[in-house]
């Protein structure tokens, strides 16, 4: 079946501009994931939802970062007054409640 | 601090050359250690889990162990389409279903 999709897969903006990054899951899949991986590094955790609340947002680095999952599926990830260090990619992944988590190819931000 | 350190950081290997990349972890009360390949513009693809000590998984050319400390992931006869990124995660309790913590990954090429 169809892996997580994730749009767009570039987005290059303007240091202070706001941005929206999209997160398809799995079909069936309750539990969604937001990651941060900047260049060499590992994943880093954002926020992970489980229906349509946020479960647990120990991540988001301050309060310009923000996600929704209104309807227990798609999520978007918003971003305000984007700064140069937010450049990274944003990756999303889904999964059936305690099970693996699958990966989305993420999205590629870049803050000029 | 819950950590996850993996080494080397690169890895050169000729083709048929078998070898093994560690992860080593500081973790209370592990929940689950995961393996995934990350290709270069990809989003990490899931390997394996492995939840105790003592316990081995095996898919074609790879097999991942775990000990209380470190887990191994041995590559046997390695081709060059084995060539990417390897991640290691770890899922430690009192943290919710979403938080794995990464190591930074170990580069591996596969010369043919």
């Known amino acids: 079946g169809a892996g997580v999709s994730q749009t767009p897969s570039n987005k290059v903006t303007e240091k202070g501009k706001y941005v929206e990054l999209r997160c398809d899951p799995i079909s069936g899949h309750t539990a969604l994931y937001w990651y941060r991986q900047s260049l060499g590094q590992g994943p880093e955790f954002l926020i992970y939802?489980?229906?349509?609340?946020?479960?647990?947002d120990s991540g988001l680095p301050n309060d310009r970062f923000f996600a929704v999952r209104p309807e227990g599926s798609v999520s978007t990830l918003k971003i305000q007054r984007t700064e140069r260090g937010d450049s990274a990619v944003y990756l999303c992944?889904?999964?059936?409640?305690?099970?693996?988590?699958?990966f989305g190819p993420g999205t590629r931000l870049t803050v000029l | 601090e819950d950590q996850v350190t993996q080494s080397p950081e690169a890895l050169r290997l000729q083709e048929g050359e078998s070898s093994s990349l560690n992860c080593s972890y500081t973790v209370s009360g592990l929940r689950g250690l995961f393996w995934y390949r990350q290709d270069p513009g990809k989003g990490p693809e899931f390997l394996f889990t492995l939840y105790s000590a003592g316990e081995e998984k095996e898919k074609e050319r790879l097999k991942a162990t775990l000990t209380k400390k470190e887990s191994f992931l041995h590559i046997t006869a390695p081709k060059p389409e084995d060539s990417a990124t390897y991640l290691c995660a770890v899922q430690a309790p009192g943290g919710s279903q979403g938080n794995l913590i990464f190591g930074k990954g170990t580069k591996l090429s596969v010369k043919p």
């Open positions: 992944a889904s999964s059936r409640p305690g099970d693996t988590q699958y």
């Open positions: 939802f489980q229906g349509t609340g946020a479960a647990d």
